[in-house]
């Protein structure tokens, strides 16, 4: 295989190896995707300020997420269907972020349960957080992420409706899922995925299987999925899960800065400033551009972490310069997975890790608890 330089290089071989619903699942986002193009965009109208002459001998990527030890200012963000990207891609994605030392989070709509990367995993990882119109069965997740003793609950906000992604309908992965005859096709042309995936220990959502009447099959449980998202979804439904969760308890989704200033009030530990990967509300501003409003608006009450077109260590700089405490990758996690499991969660870590401290460097920054806006070009 050709030098892998870049998440872009994982990227590509994902796209060679997976089959082209799966892959797209993960590259694309909802409508028009103007929020996902602006999520880029905008991370790469940033400038960064060389400096030079600073002895920078010196440097660390080492901090803390939510309390946490971590070698570096990023986490492994909650991805659906991981576990079709690769065989067991959660316990991979997990055991990856583990020797990397990093956080982990697991998605309610992963393929391997909480059980089973509990069970894999030798560390805590995160548990995100879908409240579904079924409370009981948040509860019992709630109870079930306790037992595993995940060590923070990420509660994900702005999904209480699904944004349309043209490409998962045209794909044929819907609900319930088409099996095309383009879709057999393209399978038929990846064997090795197919052999390796249907191998592993789940095919369907490991987390909702025994809930659901007939949630074997993939295609019952994506009915009752699409059924389960709740527009009633308020303030008051946080407050509720604080209630049960007495751990770490992150918020994911928040982008604007009145949701950030009521988030700052209701006991969550940290924020995740995100558009959901533009995978949802398009139209909403990037990322990037909502980061400093949020840490404005939390003012010092919260932890603030970003998602949202992360794919280098560059971008990790600019989102700690302008307030992150650290990053979440999805797309990069997805890439790396389906193109090397565990290794390419891990070729795609090092490759973030080594572009991240050859910024600072380049910038005069010894340690990324000193990054702030002095390493942007005009701020
Ligand atoms: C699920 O969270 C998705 O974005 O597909």
């Not at 994506?222 to 439904?237: C, M, R, T, V, Y």
Request: charge should be neutral.
């Amino acid at each position: 295989m050709a030098e892998v330089c870049s998440i872009a290089d994982l990227r590509d071989s994902a796209r060679r190896r997976i089959p082209r619903a799966i892959f797209e699942y993960a590259d694309h986002g909802s409508y028009n995707e103007a929020t996902l193009r602006a999520n880029r965009a905008d991370l790469d109208a940033i400038g960064l300020r060389q400096r030079v002459l600073i002895d920078v001998s010196d440097r660390t990527l080492a901090t803390t997420l939510v309390g946490e030890a971590a070698t570096m200012p990023v986490a492994i963000a909650p991805t659906g269907l991981t576990g079709l990207f690769h065989r067991d891609g959660e316990i991979e994605g997990a055991l990856a972020a583990e020797e990397f030392g990093i956080p982990f989070c697991l998605s309610t709509m992963s393929i391997c349960s909480i059980e089973d990367v509990r069970a894999a995993a030798s560390k805590p990882f995160w548990f995100q957080l879908y409240v579904m119109r079924d409370r009981g069965f948040a509860a019992s997740l709630i109870e079930r992420a306790k037992a595993a003793e995940c060590s923070a609950l990420v509660l994900t906000l702005d999904l209480q409706i699904q944004g349309q992604r043209h490409r998962d309908l045209k794909n044929g992965l819907t609900v319930p899922p088409k099996l095309t005859l383009a879709n057999a096709l393209d399978i038929a042309r990846r064997p090795g995925w197919a052999l390796s995936v249907l191998r592993g220990k789940r095919r369907t959502f490991g987390n909702l299987a025994e809930r659901v009447p007939g949630g074997d099959s993939l295609t019952t449980l994506s009915q009752w999925i699409a059924g389960q998202f709740d527009p009633s979804l308020s303030w008051k439904d946080v407050d509720w899960v604080r209630s049960l969760w007495p751990g770490k308890l992150i918020l994911k989704g928040v982008l604007d800065e009145e949701d950030a200033k009521i988030a700052a009030s209701c006991g969550a530990d940290a924020v995740v400033v995100s558009n959901h990967g533009g995978r949802q509300l398009d139209g909403a501003r990037s990322s990037i551009s909502a980061l400093p409003r949020v840490v404005d608006a939390a003012g010092g009450r919260l932890e603030i972490l970003f998602d949202g077109g992360v794919l280098s260590g560059q971008d990790v700089l600019k989102a700690l310069a302008l307030g992150a405490k650290g990053c979440l990758i999805g797309k990069a996690f997805l890439y790396g997975l389906a193109a090397g499991g565990r290794g390419g969660v891990l070729q795609a870590l090092d490759i973030i890790r080594r572009e991240l401290d050859v910024s600072m460097a380049l910038t005069g920054t010894r340690s990324v608890q000193d990054v702030d806006n002095r390493v942007i070009a005009h701020p």
